[in-house]
């Protein structure tokens, strides 16, 4: 499976837009891009999915850059409840999701 | 059901004990996946159904560690001879089918946290 680079860790305020983002350099033309969110003490849960052109849901929005090579998940207001890990994943013919480390995003008032 | 249904949500056991655990898909999902996530940690693939056989058990760490899906449905992860190293959070997931590009995402249950003293 092509392979994901996310930071670590990032902060945001409560209320201010939270963009997090994603390389994907190795990606192929088959892959989706997959974001999924573990809030503490659950298991994760989807939150937006896209192939090339940008996706927005109410949860958030997905912006593809042309080459495919990057993404940015994007909360468009963070809030306390926002708080979590933040898993970017490809996928393309696959029947599994591989999980990396993902972004521990903390949101503060 | 309305969402995966893990049970138990606590399991407590003694080193050498084997141990059961049981995951409710949601009705009509015939892919079903078993992951593991240890303290701090990112989550571990185990094994995947698509109804009641597992294309692939790359994942399982040992011969200790089997699961079965009965009747499409219901599916048993078993932990034999358990060991310290094998607390974790057991994270079970369905969808609809296993072809995870273009329209499939997963559901997790909210997982069963397994002690071993």
């Known amino acids: 499976d092509a392979k994901t680079t996310q930071p670590n860790s990032m902060e945001s305020n409560e209320e201010e837009p939270v963009h997090l983002p994603c390389n994907h350099s190795t990606i192929s033309g088959t892959d989706y891009i997959h974001w999924y969110r573990q809030l503490p003490s659950q298991g994760p849960e989807y939150v937006i999915h896209g192939l090339t052109s940008n996706v927005n849901n109410r949860m958030a929005s997905l912006a593809i850059a042309e080459d495919r090579k990057s993404s940015t998940l994007i909360l468009h207001r963070a809030t306390l409840r926002d708080a979590a890990v933040y898993y970017c994943i490809l996928t393309g013919t696959a029947s599994k999701l591989t999980f990396g480390t993902g972004t521990r995003l903390q949101v503060t008032l | 059901g309305a969402g995966v249904s893990q049970s138990p949500s606590n399991k407590v056991t003694e080193k050498g004990k084997d141990v059961e655990l049981r995951c409710d898909p949601i009705s009509g999902h015939t892919a079903l996946y078993w992951y593991r996530q240890s303290l701090g940690q990112g989550l571990e693939f185990l094994i995947y159904f698509q109804g009641n056989s597992a294309p692939d058990k790359s994942g399982l760490p040992s011969d200790r560690f089997s699961a079965e899906r009965t009747g499409g449905s219901v599916s048993t992860l078993t932990i034999q001879r358990t060991q310290q190293e094998d607390s974790a959070v057991y994270l079970c997931?369905?969808?609809?089918?296993?072809?995870?590009?273009?329209?499939?995402?997963?559901?997790f249950g909210s997982g069963t946290q397994l002690s071993v003293l």
């Open positions: 997931a369905s969808s609809l089918n296993s072809v995870l590009g273009r329209w499939e995402k997963l559901f």
